[in-house]
Structure formats: structure tokens, C-alpha cells
């Protein structure tokens, strides 16, 4: 494995400065490469960018626009619902401390929910006898905290309903159940509307997974607006595994420097295809679509 690395080392990742041997560790680790895999990704190192370019440039000529910000602000909710945000964070303030296990989970889940359908809130809805919802797909199984955000939701229902979204209430707690454990802070602008749609089969096709090659792994990224170096970057906190100690023993340097870097990335991410406006709605119920 050491010669694995040595190899793979030669990646040009970090166009910041994000070490290059972290970024191999966590792409192997996460990715689920074979060997043959990291060996020829060490072999092509000169031309994954520009393939990178490639991919971008092919989503912007099939029309992909991941990307959808225009209408996400900061403080979304100052007139209509005053505090929300400060809400949130209290909330996560006062339970996460008690279950810190929960801010990894909940972290992926708002990563999973931004790739399938956008940023919509949609990985939040249970399924019904007539469809398999997005918590039926298998990466799905692992992730923990639907119970803690529909418990915010209730309580901001009660001080301003159908007001506060379920897609921006998951992106809130993510971000503040990971900073209140000592990780990273970032920007999260409000204003996201929750989806009609959730469905199995998209999540399965949608949702990174272990067995998708380097390329397979540019080009799903590349389709949402990100690029190699959010690639690496969020990888390195979506697995199941991932705890504060366990990123900061692969971190090179300051770990103050990879937060930096990450945060910029999340913010990218809570981004993807967001619905604002009059698109979609607001759930009353996060677990289920408003009838």
C-alpha cells in the first residue's frame, strides 16, 4: 500500500495547497479503488485535471446548471420567522454535545440529500405504500438524525408556521452540529424550498458509491458544479467512520487550514440545484410531502 501511495502522490489536487497524500488516502478510502485503480490513477496523474476540465466542460454543453444560488441569502428568514437560524443553532448547541456520533450522520445526510434532486430536503421523506422513498436506498441505511431535525422543525412550526423549510433546517444542522464538535464553520445562505420527489432508485443512482472508478467519481461531482479539489475535500467527511479525530490524523499541517478549505467546499455543495421561490414547498411535516 506504502508503494500504492508513493505513486499516487504524484496527483496535482490542491490547487489551495491541500497536501496531495491526504488527498490519495481519502480518495482510496472512500472511492473504494482496487489497487489497479490507484495505480493507474497514479500512471494518468499529468492528464486528471485536464480530463477534470474536460468533464466540466461537457455538463455546461449538455446544459447542466448544478449550480442555482441567485435566490439563497443570508438571514432568509430576518422578517418572516426572526431568530430561525439562531434557533437552530441552540438547539444543536444544547443536544449534540450529548450525541456528538450524530454530527457525522447528519453531515452525510445533507450530503446525500444535495446529491439526488438538489438541496431539496427530499432524503428527509419517508416512503409510502405506493413509493420507496431515498431512506429505502442502501448508502441510505447508515445515516442517523431524521428524528432530530424533525424535532426542530416542530418547534418551528409552533413559532412560525410554514415558514422555515425542512432543506434549509438539514443544512443548518449540519453545518452546526459539525461546528459545535470543534470541526469547521461555514456560510450558510437560506431561503431553499423542499421537494415534492423522493424516490429509491434515484438516490442508488445518484449517490456517490464505493465502487465508482476515479472517472465515474470526477464526473458525478463535476455534473453538481463541483470540482477535484471539493472532491477531495468532502470526501474526507462523508464516510461512516468519520470523527474529528480520525480527520485530523490525516490532515497535513494545521488542521485549521483544511476547515478553511473544506468550508469553502460545503458552501459550494449546500448550493446544488436549490429550489427558491415558488418552486416545490414548505413540508409541514419533513417526513412527508404536504397533502
Known sequence: MKAIFKKVDT??????GVNN??????????????????LHIGEAADDV??????????????????LSPADLKLNFYYESCPNAENFVFDYVKEHIPHAPTLAAPLLRMHFHDCFVRGCDGSILINSTSKNQAEKAATPNFTLRGFDFIDNIKSLLEEKCPNVVSCADILALTARDAVAVIGGPYWTVPTGRR????????????????????????LKSFASRGLDM?????????????????????????PHEVFFNEFAQSMEKMGKIEVKTGKEGEIRKHCAVVNG
Open 11 to 16: 496527483l496535482r489536487f490542491g490547487r489551495r
Open 21 to 38: 497524500y491526504l488527498a490519495s488516502a481519502i480518495a482510496v478510502s472512500i472511492s473504494g479503488f482496487v489497487e489497479d485503480d490507484v
Open 49 to 66: 485535471e485536464e480530463k477534470l476540465r474536460v468533464v466540466l466542460t461537457l455538463s455546461i454543453n449538455d446544459g447542466v446548471s448544478p
Open 194 to 217: 423542499d421537494g415534492l420527489v423522493s424516490n429509491v432508485t434515484e438516490a442508488l443512482n445518484n449517490i456517490p458509491a464505493p465502487n465508482f472508478n476515479f472517472s465515474v467519481l
Open 229 to 253: 479539489h471539493d472532491l477531495v475535500l468532502l470526501s474526507a467527511l462523508t464516510t461512516t467512520a468519520a470523527t474529528k479525530a480520525q480527520i485530523l490524523q490525516l490532515v497535513y499541517g
